[in-house]
């Protein structure tokens, strides 16, 4: 009140005869303008505060402590406050008159300063809620632990509050010009404060910036900073450096924002890679932007706005060549040093850029600093003490223990037609949360029993890429030793590769190789990958003209009764030859949200109220199960053997909403619990002839047998039971599966279904998920599944990377081994 009567009385004294009622009716619009915009602000601030509260607490508000009821109130009070200040300064700032600048000038000086102190308060305030300790501990653990960060801490709440209590003179001086007359002043305030905005509008976007460690956002305000003096170096002025920057960070920030809805994780570096084929699926998703998604539009605008109005620096005359010279040699300095920094880690650090849960290393240690960290680990595979010798030794060792699972394994006994479906996002609710629905979704897999092996397989990746599970089936292989966030198809795969595709192909009786995938050819560069691996024929469908259609996409029931019509053509060619197929669907791509499926079999979820993307994506699964029935219906009745195996190639990504439903009927209690679950998929492998049956589905959810198989393994176990030569690799892998059932880019598991140990991480999260196995695998220490884990990631490196010296003797069937120089050409 003392500010509004100290504005009214100077108002009174150049306006004696107007009353403020007056005042208010003459400038009734811009009164109104205010009043809307200030309520505006402090809804969604409030929104924003009550949705933390419930986030945290849920329903049961009871269980705030006292420091969230303190909390809520000063954020009250300081919420109601700048509404009114705001709505004040309007009315005066915007509603004066030429004869009124008195008013506006004491508006600005007295209502503003007001803001920013409580503003520059809130924010000290907000650096010590986020530290978790009050002022004078931060003090205490400076000078009894010589910690420099509290001490930063403390210094930072200083100078804020130092700060905010001189805004006053700070803005006489910047009005009167004093800033321009110290150029340096403006050049350094404009660097640090659009590595700020950057650095927010990264964070923001991701929903991160309240949780990343204190040490980790310098570094993330730093490079900021250092692309606006890199581009200040090229530009020589302030204005566009800043709009660069401050471009680039809103759309780095706002593609993470999407990606994150759609795929459940952020954009890693491998990720650069195939941003066609994201493109290609995009308009399958449903956006549905949030609160981070406005504030940060807000801040951009006003950012840019206040980057249009503010002046530019004067330009010193230089000499052409003299600013030439001296601007590559600023840019390479930066350039230089910024690479040194990079290659040696002081970049991000040093931070360790591989982990099987990165989306948490992201919000730790924020965007940039982790990119930066996985950015280096991916760039280069390297196996500490690799040598030919040392894999071929690792096999041999295997080979030749008197515990040698496959030495009585007779090869040749037949040459069955062989297909393999990968299945997109095919999977099973249950065994993630407790769901019920109004018919069986899976009703004719579960039916399956006789010559079936069926199972839950683990995965390494969950919502995506699709590309590195074909990755582990086809070549045998483990992300467990690849970088996270890799995608070996677009990165590492650039020669001929000792594939399962080889193994079939250079078998006595060799096979006719296909792989088909009803979408277009661009996505994961598939066309060269498959040539790579060696396929005689890829057939893609660049067009879907004449196919049915589901949300757009080709229906399995379409997919496999165009296999079967290849099949078919290929045995009027060639009678005698075996065919393999490698077939990867479409029809349950991501986006399941839309309302307007028109499905056959819808199904409903009945123990709690779905969201529609939840009931879509059952409707799906019993849809690709049902078509399931014809296509093994078909190979029922053909005179010869053949063997299919099916399995997904990895969990969905749910929307928010959907996540959360899964989360509140959650099977687990533990965070490790519920996040492994989202890695394992159904898979079965069915044959019309005599195999083994094992069933470790069960009735799915609790009673399911996890971590008894992972994909690396699918390959190897599908040819034993096709009964085709196998070569030393494939005995191998069988050989320590016996051991270490499952590995993948989450780590390992011993024959009980527990996780022994982390790939990336020193000691592994406790963890439940999987323990009620009753897979018969032989027990094993620690230190031999280590050797073993050591031993394959040489084998697998060679098989990988190795071209000189790669080991086709052992990754090709010994009777027909492939000459080097004719896969190295």
């Not at 700032?93 to 102190?117: C, H, M, W, Y």
């Not at 619990?673 to 159904?682: A, E, W």
Request: hydrophobic share 40%; with cysteine.
């Amino acid at each position: 009140m003392k500010i509004v009567k100290r504005i009214y009385k100077v108002y009174k004294k150049y306006n004696p005869d107007e009353s403020l009622l007056g005042y208010f009716k003459r400038h009734i619009g811009q009164v109104v303008l205010a009043l809307m915009l200030s309520l505006f602000v402090t809804g969604i601030f409030c929104f924003d505060a009550a949705k933390t509260v419930y986030n945290k607490h849920g329903k049961d508000i009871e269980t705030l402590f006292y420091t969230d009821d303190f909390d809520n109130t000063v954020w009250g009070i300081i919420l109601i406050l700048i509404p009114m200040l705001l709505c004040i300064y309007s009315m005066f700032r915007f509603g004066g008159t030429p004869k009124e600048k008195k008013i506006i000038k004491r508006a600005d000086n007295s209502v503003l300063t007001q803001i920013i102190i409580i503003l520059t308060l809130a924010g000290a305030g907000g650096i010590l809620r986020y530290s978790g300790k009050e002022i004078y501990a931060l003090v205490n653990k400076f000078i009894l632990n010589n910690d420099g960060v509290a001490f930063l801490k403390f210094i930072g709440v200083l100078l804020l509050v130092t700060f905010g209590a001189t805004w006053e003179k700070l803005i006489i001086w910047l009005k009167s010009g004093g800033a321009y007359k110290h150029p340096w002043f403006i050049k350094c305030f404009m660097a640090v404060l659009t590595g700020l905005m950057g650095f927010y509008l990264v964070e923001m976007q991701m929903g991160t910036p309240p949780n990343v460690i204190v040490k980790m956002i310098f570094f993330n305000i730093m490079y900021w900073t250092l692309l606006y003096t890199f581009l200040y170096a090229i530009f020589r002025g302030i204005k566009i450096p800043a709009f660069l920057c401050i471009i680039l960070a809103y759309i780095l920030g706002l593609a993470n924002y999407v990606v994150l809805q759609f795929r459940g994780n952020y954009i890693m570096f491998g990720d650069l890679t195939v941003v066609g084929t994201a493109m290609e699926v995009a308009g399958r998703y449903k956006f549905h932007p949030d609160t981070p998604f406005f504030v940060a539009i807000g801040i951009f605008v006003v950012f840019f706005i206040m980057l249009i109005f503010i002046p530019g620096l004067k330009r010193r005359k230089i000499k052409p060549i003299r600013r030439i010279i001296t601007t590559l040699i600023a840019v390479g300095i930066i350039l230089a040093g910024s690479i040194a920094a990079f290659q040696n880690g002081l970049l991000y650090n040093y931070i360790f850029g591989l982990s099987w849960n990165y989306n948490q290393n992201v919000t730790d240690e924020g965007y940039l600093a982790y990119f930066f960290s996985n950015m280096h680990a991916t760039s280069g595979v390297k196996v500490e003490g690799y040598s030919d010798k040392v894999a071929k030794n690792a096999v041999e060792e295997v080979l030749n223990s008197p515990d040698n699972i496959m030495k009585d394994y007779k090869d040749g006994e037949r040459f069955p037609t062989i297909i393999v479906i990968q299945n997109e996002t095919f999977a099973d609710l249950s065994v993630l949360a407790d769901i019920k629905t109004d018919k069986p979704v899976m009703p004719f897999i579960n039916s399956l029993k006789k010559n079936t092996v069926k199972g839950y397989v683990n995965m390494s990746v969950t919502g995506g890429p699709t590309a590195n599970t074909e990755f582990e089936f086809l070549t045998r292989s483990s992300m467990a030793y690849m970088p996270t966030g890799s995608v070996p198809y677009t990165q590492y795969l650039k020669q001929n590769v000792p594939s399962l595709v080889e193994v079939l192909k250079h078998q006595s009786k060799p096979y006719l190789t296909t792989a088909f995938h009803p979408y277009y050819s661009s996505g994961y560069n598939r066309r060269s990958v498959y040539e790579y691996i060696g396929f005689d024929n890829a057939v893609f469908y660049e067009e879907f003209k004449g196919k049915e259609l589901l949300r757009g996409l080709i229906t399995d029931k379409n997919d496999y009764k165009d296999l079967i019509e290849m099949y078919e053509k290929n045995k009027k060619i060639n009678k005698d030859q075996p065919q393999f197929f490698f077939n990867v669907t479409m029809q349950n791509h991501g986006g399941f949200s839309n309302n307007k499926v028109n499905f056959d079999e819808p199904v409903k979820i009945t123990n709690f109220k779905a969201v529609q993307a939840l009931d879509n994506f059952v409707s799906l699964m019993k849809t690709s199960d049902t078509a399931l029935i014809d296509l093994i219906g078909y190979f029922k009745k053909v005179d010869e053997p053949v063997i299919i195996l099916f399995y997904g190639d990895h969990q969905p990504s749910f929307s928010d909403d959907a996540t959360k439903q899964l989360n509140e009927h959650s099977l687990y209690k533990n965070d490790n619990d519920k996040r492994l679950s989202k890695f394992v998929v159904p898979y079965f492998i069915w044959a019309n002839y005599d195999i083994p049956e094992y069933d470790g589905m069960h009735e799915g959810g609790l009673t399911g047998e996890y971590n008894t198989i992972s994909v690396n393994y699918l390959a190897s176990m599908l040819l034993k039971y096709s009964g085709v030569e196998l070569t030393d690799y494939d005995k191998y892998l069988l050989n320590i599966h016996q051991y270490i059932p499952a590995m993948s880019a989450l780590g390992y598991w011993d024959s009980n279904g527990k996780r022994l140990f982390s790939t990336h991480l020193t000691k592994p999260a406790a963890t439940e998920f999987g323990q009620n196995t009753r897979h018969k695998a032989k027990k094993i220490d620690e230190k031999k599944a280590e050797k073993l884990k050591k031993g394959y990631e040489n084998v697998q490196y060679n098989l990988i990377f190795d071209a000189k010296n790669k080991l086709w003797d052992v990754f090709l069937p010994q009777n027909k081994e492939l000459e080097k120089d004719e896969k190295t050409d």
